[in-house]
Nanobody, 115 residues
Framework: QVQLVESGGGLVQPGGSLRLSCAAS????????SGWYRQAPGKQRELVAT???????NYADSVKGRFTIARDNAKNTVYLQMNSLKPEDTAVYYC?????????WGQGTQVTVSS
């Protein structure tokens, strides 16, 4: 019933850009806060960005000024625009959304920043 599907990951050089998308079914992104998280090998999953139901965004200090989270309510999709990518941004990126029944995760999309 609930499915979140990330897309848009890939291999980019330092300084490059990617836009990640998360399309959801079974939940409505605009009804609850949603966000993007990432996990590098051997590291804890960390919060990257969140967006409230009102559309306000918050970012981890490490990505502030480089990443932008956005939501398209008509498409029920959350985006993460990533600019000026650094090798330390390399991770699997996951989107998260909620409903009255709980919170849900996508399967993740790999982002690799390397020369």
């Amino acid at each position: 019933q609930v499915q979140l599907v990330e897309s848009g990951g890939g291999l980019v050089q330092p300084g490059g850009s990617l836009r990640l998308s998360c399309a959801a079914s079974g939940i409505i992104f605009s009804s609850y806060a949603s966000g993007w998280y990432r996990q590098a090998p051997g590291k804890q999953r960390e919060l990257v960005a969140t967006i409230t139901i009102g559309g306000s965004a918050n970012y981890a200090d490490s990505v502030k000024g480089r990443f932008t989270i956005a939501r398209d309510n008509a498409k029920n999709t959350v985006y993460l625009q990533m600019n000026s990518l650094k090798p330390e941004d390399t991770a699997v990126y996951y989107c998260n959304g909620g409903s009255s029944r709980g919170r849900y995760w996508g399967q993740g999309t790999q982002v690799t920043v390397s020369s």
